[in-house]
């Protein structure tokens, strides 16, 4: 694993990012775009991570802090590359940040119908808490009478 190097990204490499998450990643989401991760590397420099072996990207993880908690997104390895250790490696870095940070515990977006995903969450130590549910409120779109976004303007949407 030695060979594995794991870096914040830079703004330079959003599309190649964005094509790696086409490839590797399961689902999508409405940050799912060159502005999206834009803004993120912008506002947190050292929250979008990759990992590379021989210099291709082979994974990566969101591992953004709000100052009060440490969200975990986009954990995605390359297909042809999974079951070595990249994922965990991810995770480690991120983890890493997180305590750095000041943070006490990480959450992670995962798709409920993504069962390999959670036997790699769970491998790593992560649990579901049943007792809680994402709320979603999209803030753009088409508004209501009341200028607020319609209920039916959301699609299914994942992190």
């Keep these: 694993m030695s060979d594995l190097r794991i870096r914040a990204a830079l703004p330079a490499e959003i599309d190649a990012v964005l094509a790696f ?17 834009a803004r993120l590397v912008v506002r947190d420099p050292e929250a979008l991570l990759l990992a590379e072996r021989d210099g291709e990207l082979v994974g990566t993880v969101i591992a953004g802090f709000d100052g009060w ?8 390895v390359h297909p042809e590359r999974r079951r070595q250790g990249i994922g965990r490696a991810l995770l480690a870095a991120a983890e890493e940040r997180f ?16 069962d390999l995903a959670h036997q790699a969450w769970q491998a790593s130590g992560y649990a579901p808490e049943p007792q809680w549910s ?6 753009d779109g088409p508004k209501a009478a009341d200028g607020a976004p319609s209920a ?3 699609s299914e949407v994942e992190a």
């Design 21 to 37: 998450w086409k490839l590797a990643a399961e689902g999508t989401s409405i940050s799912d775009d060159r502005n999206g991760v």
């Design 134 to 139: 994402r709320w979603v409120r999209h803030l």
């Design 99 to 114: 305590a750095a940070l000041g943070g006490r515990r990480a959450d992670a977006m995962v798709l409920d119908r993504n």
């Design 69 to 76: 908690r440490c969200h975990l997104y986009r954990l995605a």
């Design 152 to 154: 039916g303007a959301r």
